[in-house]
């Protein structure tokens, strides 16, 4: 109850104030689409998410986990207890880093009792292949999963992050545990008094559907995973913001995330990178 109630404060910017318990509905309110056993379902599941980042990069065969479940040590549980991220090399030189289990049924509730896809969704970072190693261990240093791993602890620590996002689309947080991860040069930039980073989440791509009547579908990142058994899984996009863009939300909240929605434009607009410039002067 204390995690999920300090996750609850985290995303306190994104939420209505005088109802946020309206988010927090049951998940079996989905209606799945199958009957399987949770183990056909699980791997099924997996093998979604795996065939959705192979059609848009070269999918790592290693697995970025844990030697001991953060669960166990009194983190937030994820449905299925598999707490794991993916790691995906893009033709345009890119890295994604991604979880990949807030999606996995829930494995204490049975099919016959209205299990689904999780959580609903899985976050992903794309960030440019020279800001981050090439070594899966090294991979785990980074500040870019390290802020991956907050906000998917997050959402796993609240449980109806997904409610929100379909009917706000665009929500922001304060990360914590990111600051020893930023190298010191980018430090004044990103991290504010509290030792937080700011990230916007659920941005998508602008270019989505005219790609997609080109038939280029596999140089863009799709909104849902596509073939999840039960229900339907968003795939969200975090956006590492610089100090101004955070205030801009802090400021303005909806407005402000709108407004930074629109500034970020190109193929930059899904990358999150220390080295891009401020879009704050736009205002």
Not at 202 to 225: M, Q, R
Request: aromatic share 6%.
């Amino acid at each position: 109850m204390k995690v999920l109630k300090k996750a609850r404060g985290i995303f306190t910017c994104c939420l209505p104030r005088h109802d946020e318990d309206a988010y927090l509905q049951p998940l079996t309110l989905f209606q799945p689409r199958t009957n399987g056993s949770i183990e056909e379902v699980l791997e099924a599941s997996s093998r979604a998410r795996e065939e959705c980042w192979q059609r848009i990069g070269s999918l790592e065969p290693l697995v970025l986990s844990h030697l001991v479940n953060p669960a166990l040590m009194g983190g937030p549980r994820w449905p299925a207890m598999r707490q794991a991220f993916r790691v995906v090399r893009r033709p345009n030189g890119n890295v994604i880093i991604a979880s990949d289990g807030l999606s996995d049924p829930f494995d204490d509730i049975s099919l016959g009792e209205g299990n689904v896809n999780g959580f609903g969704l899985e976050f992903y970072i794309e960030t440019p292949a020279d800001e981050v190693s090439e070594t899966i261990h090294d991979i785990k240093q980074s500040w870019q999963f390290q802020l991956l791993y907050t906000v998917s602890q997050l959402a796993a620590g609240h449980g109806g992050i997904r409610s929100i996002m379909d009917d706000m689309t665009l929500l922001s947080t304060e990360a914590e545990g990111v600051n020893d991860t930023i190298p010191d040069e980018y430090k004044a930039s990103h991290v504010n008094s509290a030792g937080r980073v700011g990230a916007l989440l659920g941005l998508t791509e602008l270019s989505s559907a005219a790609d997609l009547s080109n038939g280029d579908s596999d140089s863009v990142v799709p909104d849902k995973v596509e073939g999840m058994p039960l229900t339907d899984v968003l795939l969200v996009n975090i956006k590492l913001l610089t100090l101004p863009e955070l205030k801009l939300i802090t400021d303005q909240g909806a407005e402000g995330r709108k407004k930074l929605s629109e500034a970020f434009t190109g193929s930059s607009r899904l990358v999150s990178s220390m080295r891009r410039k401020s879009q704050i002067e736009a205002f």
